[in-house]
C-alpha cells in the first residue's frame, strides 16, 4: 500500500487513519506490521480483532477499483484509533477477495471468487485468528453483493465450534465471532447525522460508486479518483418496504428478506447506482468519521462481554 509505519504510541485521528493523506498506518493497531512477538502480546481476552473484508471491482469511470477495501480498512482503522488505548482493539489484513455480481471479462482489473471458495477461504483467515488466541473477533463487511447474507454462514458455523481448517479439532471455546456491514450499522445508529452530512438528498443517493464511496475516496486518496469522469448512475425509486439507499435504507433487506428494490430510473452512466457528482472531501471525512464512532462505541461493549 505505500504507507508509513509508526511505531510510536497512538496518534491523533487524522494521522492514524491508513488511508489519510500522510499514508501513516500505526503499527500499534494494524496485526500484519506487527512482529510475532507483538502479535503474541496483542492477543489477549478482552481484545477486539476487526478483519476488514470487502472486494476489488469497478466503480464507473471515476472510482478506483479498490473503493470498497480501501474504505472499510480505513474505517477499522479508525475506530480502533479511537477506542486505544483504553480498549485494545487491532485491525486484521484486509480479506481483499469476495464475490461480486459483475462481469470480470467487461470489466478488467475486477475480481471475482465462487461463492464456495469465498466462504471456505475467510473461514480459514477467520479460523487461523481464533486459533492463534483472538478470542473476539468482528467481520466488518465494506462490499455487499450478497457477502452479507453469506459472511454470516462463515460466522455461524464458527460459533458452533466447527472447524475446517483442522477437522479433527474444535473451534477453542470461549470464542465469539461477529459480522455486520457497516452501510446499515450507520443507518441504524447515526442515521440522522449521515443524512444531514449528505444534504438529504432526494431518492437513491448511493448503492454503488455513489457520494458516499465516492466522498471517503476523495478523503483518502484524492489522488485516485476523477471526478471529471462522475456521471449519474441508476437510482432506485423509494418504497415503504424496499431498501433503495446504502446511507437510509440499506438495512431493509435484513428486515424483509429477498425483498429486492424499486424500479430504477436510468442515469447517465451504468455499472453504478448513485450520484457521484454529489461526492466532495469533506463528506468522506464527515462519513468516517461516523462511521469509527459507531464502530468504536460497539468494540467498546463487545470487548465488555
Known amino acids: 500500500m505505500g504507507a508509513k509505519v509508526t511505531t510510536g504510541g497512538v496518534r491523533s485521528f487524522q494521522e492514524v487513519t491508513a488511508l489519510s493523506p500522510d499514508g501513516s498506518i500505526s503499527k500499534d493497531l494494524f496485526l500484519p506490521y ?3 512477538v507483538e502479535a503474541a502480546k496483542a492477543v489477549t481476552d478482552e481484545a477486539v480483532l ?4 470487502a472486494t476489488i471491482e469497478q466503480h464507473g469511470d471515476h472510482g478506483p477499483l479498490q ?3 480501501d474504505n472499510c480498512l480505513a474505517i477499522c482503522l479508525a475506530a480502533a484509533e479511537k477506542v486505544n488505548p483504553d480498549v485494545r482493539c ?3 489484513a484486509p480479506v481483499w477477495w ?3 455480481p459483475f462481469d470480470v471479462s467487461q470489466y478488467p482489473g475486477c475480481i471475482r471468487l465462487r461463492e464456495d471458495v469465498f466462504k471456505e477461504a475467510l473461514g480459514d483467515v477467520v479460523e487461523s485468528y481464533l486459533f492463534g488466541g483472538f478470542k473476539k473477533i468482528a467481520l466488518v463487511n465494506g462490499h455487499g453483493g450478497g457477502t452479507e447474507w453469506m459472511i454470516p454462514e462463515v460466522v455461524y458455523r464458527l460459533n458452533r465450534g466447527e472447524s475446517h481448517l483442522f477437522p479433527d479439532r474444535r473451534v477453542p471455546p470461549g470464542s465469539i465471532v461477529v459480522t455486520f456491514s457497516w452501510f446499515p450499522l450507520l443507518e441504524v445508529f447515526a442515521q440522522e447525522e449521515l443524512m444531514a452530512a449528505r444534504g438529504n438528498p432526494e431518492g437513491c443517493a448511493d448503492w454503488h460508486g455513489g457520494d458516499v464511496e465516492t466522498a471517503l475516496q476523495l478523503y483518502l486518496r484524492p489522488n485516485l479518483v476523477q471526478m471529471d469522469r462522475a456521471r449519474v448512475g441508476n437510482r432506485y425509486q423509494p418504497l415503504e418496504f424496499a431498501p433503495y ?3 437510509r435504507s440499506w438495512y ?3 428486515i424483509i428478506a429477498g425483498y429486492p428494490p424499486g424500479p430504477a430510473h436510468p442515469g447517465e452512466m451504468t455499472g453504478i ?3 457521484p457528482t454529489l461526492a466532495t472531501p469533506e463528506l468522506g471525512k464527515r462519513i468516517l468519521e461516523l462511521a469509527s464512532d459507531v464502530i468504536g462505541r460497539f468494540v467498546r461493549e463487545f470487548a465488555s462481554r
Open 90 to 92: 487491532v485491525v486484521a
Open 50 to 53: 476487526l478483519v476488514p473484508v
Open 252 to 254: 431493509f433487506q435484513y
Open 34 to 36: 506487527m512482529t510475532r
Open 273 to 275: 447506482s448513485g450520484d
Open 67 to 69: 473503493t470498497d477495501i
Open 245 to 247: 439507499d446504502i446511507g
Open 98 to 100: 469476495s464475490i461480486s
